[in-house]
């Protein structure tokens, strides 16, 4: 599958948006700037499941990320920083490129290792990078809203790509998190449970004795909420009422005033 877009039941994309694409491309690739592709193209390059959107993601570092809208700007699409402190889009009609420098709960910024171990491909005809697969995991690994669950994406990345997977690489990005993934592992082994050995044994025994670790010793004296950095709703109360600190301040991957531009733009996501 390197190297190629596969095609399946995501539907057809139109022309129109088709189009975008292509011209949207080519403008950033004559910039030069860097840049990978990931969304729906780069799920869809790891575990052939196809499925199209009117929106297109293309990932850069954050200090690209102005630049990049200001060429989308010169070449006469609408841009706007939506939420500073990780996207930014370009509009064309209905369809968009989202401009992505970090995830939303401000844990997985881009930074160079997206790019050493992005993976050459072809999309529309164009020659590009993408995401790795082990940053895709990382990224999607904490989108664990009410309206948007992404396990099913990481149990597929991890249906397609394991043997081929750096483990160790996976676990050192999500470090402190590590039970973000292993919750993940321990799904993907009742998903399929006559697969469960695509992961490697190593790191499930290394998960489990942090986890037998800590049931062994006393929880910190702390009250701290890291549901925040799974879901930017559903632990409000517990920082608006309850008393908790909020882990996306108190780890410092976001500012008091990029949660409140996050938090409101709530209503419109569900509008």
């Known amino acids: 599958m390197a190297g190629s877009i596969a095609h399946g039941r995501g539907g057809t994309l139109d022309q129109a948006t088709r189009e975008f694409y292509r011209a949207a491309l080519g403008v950033i690739k004559d910039s030069s700037l860097p840049f990978m592709v990931g969304g ?36 006469g699409y609408h841009t706007e920083l939506t939420h500073p402190h990780w996207l930014g889009k370009a509009y064309a009609g209905d369809a968009y490129m989202d401009i992505i420098f970090n995830s939303g709960n401000g844990v997985a910024r881009v930074d160079d290792e997206w790019f050493a171990r992005a993976h050459a491909c072809e999309i529309l005809g164009i020659p590009v990078k993408l995401i790795p697969a082990e940053e895709m995991i990382w990224s999607k690994g904490f989108i664990m809203e009410r309206e948007r669950f992404d396990g099913a994406d990481v149990a597929h990345l991890i249906h397609a790509w394991a043997d081929k997977m750096d483990w160790h690489h996976l676990l050192e990005r999500y470090g402190a998190n590590w ?75 976001m500012s008091p005033e990029d949660i409140q531009h996050w938090t409101d733009a709530i209503a419109g996501a569900h509008g």
């Not at 052939?48 to 690209?64: C, L, M, S, Y």
């Not at 489990?208 to 559903?234: I, N, Y």
Request: charged fraction near 25%; hydrophobic fraction near 40%; glycine fraction near 8%.
């Open 40 to 75: 729906a193209y780069a799920f869809n390059y790891y575990t052939g499941v196809e499925r199209h959107t009117k929106d297109f993601d293309i990932f850069v570092r954050a200090a690209d990320c102005q630049r990049v809208l200001d060429i989308f700007a010169g070449a």
């Open 179 to 253: 039970r973000v993934l292993y919750c993940h592992l321990v799904l993907f082994g009742y998903d399929y449970p006559g697969e469960r050995d695509k992961i490697p044994a190593w790191i499930m025994r290394e998960l489990s004795g942090r986890l037998l670790a800590e049931v062994r010793t006393p929880p910190m004296d702390e009250r701290l909420c890291q549901g925040t950095l799974v879901s930017r709703e559903q632990f409000l109360p517990d920082i608006e009422q309850w008393g908790y600190s909020d882990a996306r301040v108190s780890a410092g991957f």
